[in-house]
């Protein structure tokens, strides 16, 4: 049995995120009640009620209960470094393939293009908020970022870890 050093939960709770799911969700649900509820057909050129019920259910109910669901992960344990981006993905790192283990700051729209898993296979960003992480160097090359709000605690949890 592992111990778990180190364990953070992130969730999506910027406001303009929220803004954005719900304003998406908003235009659902009134499409949907005008059309479906009222009788009255939705917009110039309405779709049939099947397709008013589709995207209902995907983007007025599906989408904000799927950001509501979405979380980042992390734990330290014995073995390595886990990281579960629920419901997406999941990565395991053991420890003897970490090279070098750094706390820094980082901008996640121009150095990765945003938030959620990004980068490309050699260069890999895990984040949900903020602008501080724990960049992890391989002994392949790769670099996976792990965003975090306690960087600092994550960074000596895992470098209390490697071997010098």
């Known amino acids: ?88 993905t999941r990565l395991t790192i053991r420890f003897a393939d970490i090279e070098r283990c750094e706390a820094v700051d980082y901008r996640p729209l121009r150095q990765y293009g945003g938030w959620g898993v990004r980068g490309f296979n050699s260069n890999r960003a895990y984040n949900v908020s903020g602008r501080q992480g724990v960049r992890l160097t391989l002994r392949n090359g790769n670099v996976v970022l792990i965003g975090s709000q306690r960087a600092a605690d994550l960074a000596l949890a895992i470098d209390s870890r490697l071997d010098p």
């Open 1 to 88: 049995m592992s111990t778990t050093v180190f364990r953070e939960v992130q969730r999506f709770r910027q406001l303009w995120v929220w803004l954005l799911i719900l304003g998406v969700a908003a235009i659902q649900w009134y499409g949907w009640v005008q059309q479906i509820l009222l009788g009255q057909p939705y917009g110039d050129n309405p779709g049939p009620d099947w397709m008013v019920w589709l995207f209902w259910v995907l983007f007025g109910i599906g989408l904000p209960l799927f950001f509501f669901w979405l979380r980042l992960v992390v734990e330290v344990n014995d073995e390595g470094v886990w990281l579960r981006f629920i419901p997406l």
